[in-house]
């Protein structure tokens, strides 16, 4: 299995401290495991010139210098942990930037076929509050891609360093990660989407069928999804 993590600060803080933590709980032995920071790995702003979703995500400005680069390690990944602080409230600006990125692949667009057999956790910490918000920022842009699971977890850490948080917090962050984990699905190949996933999968193919974009139609038609074949049917690596 390939894992892949995005962090959404450059800092081996608390969220990623959990990260890892859920890495271990589904890493087995020869399991590649890849890590992505930001802002290092995808710097640059959306400029908001919207040429993914109306030509092309390759004539992205920032696309040949990074997200090249990431979107092969997403598609190649079958796990995917994204962490986050909670900055004043909501993710991190620089893991805003990437999700901003993808906007051209949410379903409404076109959305990539792995993305419904994979699984995803989302991740923050917060030293008291805003962690729910931060949690849906990135779960809601991982639903929109279609990821076939997404699990999350967000707690408050009263604390701006990892060697700070107390022990009595730390020990419930691993009883909590322990309990996560019963929910994933151990072999990706039997990963499947959510009901909600196919819900929403079905409601973009009926606006697909009517046509909206032509370059988003053509997609969907090219994949087949406007007749008989689902994403979910075939895995694509
Ligand atoms: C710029 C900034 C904004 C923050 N905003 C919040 C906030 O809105 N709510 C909160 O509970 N904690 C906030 N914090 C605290 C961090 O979310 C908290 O310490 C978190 O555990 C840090 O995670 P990390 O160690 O993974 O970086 C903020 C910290 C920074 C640096």
Redesign the pocket.
């Known amino acids: 299995m390939k894992i892949l993590m995005i962090n959404g600060?450059l800092?081996h803080?608390?969220?990623?401290r959990i990260g890892r933590l859920v890495i271990e709980k589904i890493a087995k032995k020869d399991d590649q495991i890849l890590e992505l920071y930001l802002p290092k790995d995808m710097p640059e702003f959306c400029r908001g010139c919207a040429t993914c979703i109306i030509e092309s995500e390759k004539k992205c400005p920032d696309y040949l210098m990074y997200m090249k680069r990431v979107t092969r390690m997403i598609d190649e990944a079958d796990f995917l942990v994204f962490t986050s602080?909670?900055?004043?409230?909501r993710v991190t600006g620089a893991m805003k930037v990437l999700l901003d990125h993808y906007g051209y692949r949410f379903m409404v667009h076109r959305p990539e076929e792995s993305m419904f057999g994979k699984q995803a956790v989302c991740i923050t910490?917060?030293?008291?509050?805003?962690m729910r918000s931060t949690l849906k920022d990135m779960k809601q842009s991982l639903f929109f891609w279609g990821v076939g699971r997404i699990y999350t977890y967000g707690v408050?850490?009263a604390?701006?360093?990892?060697e700070d948080v107390s022990q009595e917090i730390k020990e419930k962050i691993v009883q909590d990660i322990d309990k996560l984990a019963l929910k994933f699905i151990q072999e990706p190949e039997q990963v499947t989407p959510s009901i909600k996933t196919k819900i929403l999968f079905y409601i973009m193919r009926h606006m697909h069928q009517k046509g909206m974009n032509p370059i988003d139609q053509a997609y969907w038609k090219e994949k087949g999804w406007l007749e008989k074949e689902r994403p979910w049917k075939k895995k694509v690596k």
């Open positions: 600060t800092r803080g608390s969220s990623y602080p909670v900055h004043v409230l910490t917060g030293a008291g509050a805003g408050a850490v604390a701006t360093k990892w």
